[in-house]
């Protein structure tokens, strides 16, 4: 596949790689101090893509066997992209019901933060799918890479677009920003989308199919591996405490430091700044110096470092502590992420790797969804009980720190040889799946 194509499949990952900016960089924070609606609700609405996430082996396999005018993946994509991101596009207004306590609010809310979760499963299957469907296994590392590059570049370039724009902030200035950044990702998709997918009205391999429909079945087999539970359990724990914050950080930057939406909103780009030299710097320099384990292990550390940051931040109403703990965190996430990814693939055979991508996809949902979750509901009830608003944030960051630690722990006791040693054989995975 060129580098042409490889660029327009990385325009469909930016495209809802924006959605979330609006929603987890602009709108967490509006929802939360602004609007005053309870951390555990806006985090309730903002989990439901990762919620809704095992639909996507479901609508997998449909586009597989269901081709629309000769096309596998081109009108799922399609229809994906326009529910993702028409969806995002009426969350403020829905904000705005909920914040006002009006009566449908909040069944407006569901409405629209459903819309972009089912938006955002069916469009990134497609285009996953696409993806897999015009690269041979040997480019298709690139081909992730380039669309993970450009997805980490479109954060950061939209975040510190849109904190411009919305200075000064209103309520309809917000709306505005909204629908002309929505406009703009729906054109980036346009752009990455129209004429990409060879037309062929073929069915598609009979592996591709099985491949599918064995994923739950083979995925359970393969945890019946202790190095394998270890592994998972470890990547949710990591994943839960990294990632878990996404709802809460720019809330925070209003509550203890009277942050102006422009300025937590540019949060985002430090973030993914810092992430993105982390990862140049991990594939770059620290792949070939350290072991995968170290690596990983130097990435968790670094991410603690940061969550211990932020949480003394607001200790000691400090705020020259923050961004740099906001930066160390997204540092960590950088090579925490690059590093257990390699360690993953390290942990299975060639003829497996599809299966454990799907299984990273699993643990991260789950962890995503868990961890923004329960920071939620930690939040609002330290918050309630004490009367102190930040010691509920404060709480939350500590308590990832902690999970962050004690997945370093159990990192230390995986085994890849072991691991190796122990998994199912392709035979044994293919006959489980035939049994189910």
């Known amino acids: 596949m060129s580098i042409l194509s490889n660029i327009r499949l990385g325009l469909l990952h930016v495209a809802v790689a924006i959605t979330f900016v609006l929603i987890n960089g602009i709108l967490n924070r509006i929802m939360i101090h602004d609007l005053g609606i309870l951390a555990s609700v806006v985090a309730a609405l903002i989990i439901i893509p990762y919620l809704l996430s095992p639909a996507q082996v479901w609508l997998g396999q449909y586009s597989d066997t269901h081709p629309i005018f000769g096309y596998r993946r ?49 469009s990134v299957v497609g285009y996953l799918s696409l993806a897999s469907d015009m690269s041979d296994e040997v480019n298709r590392s690139r081909t992730i890479a380039i669309m993970w590059f450009m997805m980490i570049l479109s954060i950061i370039i939209t975040a510190i677009a849109t904190s411009r724009a919305l200075e000064p902030y209103s309520d309809e200035r917000l709306i505005e920003v909204f629908w002309i950044t929505g406009g703009i990702a729906l054109a980036i998709a346009l752009a990455g989308l129209i004429g990409l997918e060879p037309r062929s009205g073929s069915a598609p391999a009979i592996g591709t199919v099985q491949s599918r ?3 739950v079945a083979a995925i359970r087999a393969v945890l019946d591996n202790r190095q394998a539970r ?52 991990s594939g770059l320099v620290l792949s070939r110096r350290m072991t995968k384990k170290a690596g990983a292990a130097l990435g968790g550390f670094v991410a603690v ?64 969804g868990v961890g923004m979750l329960l920071g939620g509901v930690v939040r609002d009830l330290v918050a309630v009980s004490t009367g102190n608003v930040n010691a509920g944030y404060i709480t939350v960051f500590l308590i990832e720190a902690a999970l962050l630690g004690a997945s370093l722990i159990l990192l230390r006791r995986l085994d890849v040889q072991a691991f190796r040693d122990n998994q199912p054989t392709l035979t044994e995975l293919v006959a489980i799946a035939g049994d189910t």
């Open 74 to 122: 081109t009108p799922y994509i399609a229809l994906g992209l326009l529910l993702c991101i028409g969806g995002a596009l009426g969350t403020p207004a829905a904000a705005f019901s909920m914040g006002a306590g009006e009566p449908w609010g909040w069944l407006i809310g569901l409405l629209t933060f459903g819309i972009w979760g089912i938006g955002f499963n069916m």
């Open 213 to 215: 429909t064995s994923q």
């Open 230 to 281: 270890y592994f998972f359990l470890y990547l949710i724990l990591l994943l839960a405490a990294i990632l878990g914050q996404d709802v809460l950080l720019e809330p925070f930057g209003a509550a203890a430091f009277g942050m102006s939406v422009r300025e937590t909103t540019q949060l985002t780009a430090i973030w993914g700044g810092a992430t993105l030299l982390a990862l140049l710097l």
């Open 305 to 368: 470092g940061g969550l211990l940051l932020i949480a003394l931040s607001g200790i000691f109403e400090t705020h020259a502590l923050f961004i740099p703990g906001v930066a160390a965190l997204g540092f960590g996430t950088g090579i925490a992420t690059s590093t257990n990814l390699a360690l993953m693939l390290d942990m299975t055979t060639t003829e497996q790797v599809g299966l454990f991508i799907g299984a990273w996809g699993v643990a991260d949902s789950l962890a995503r």
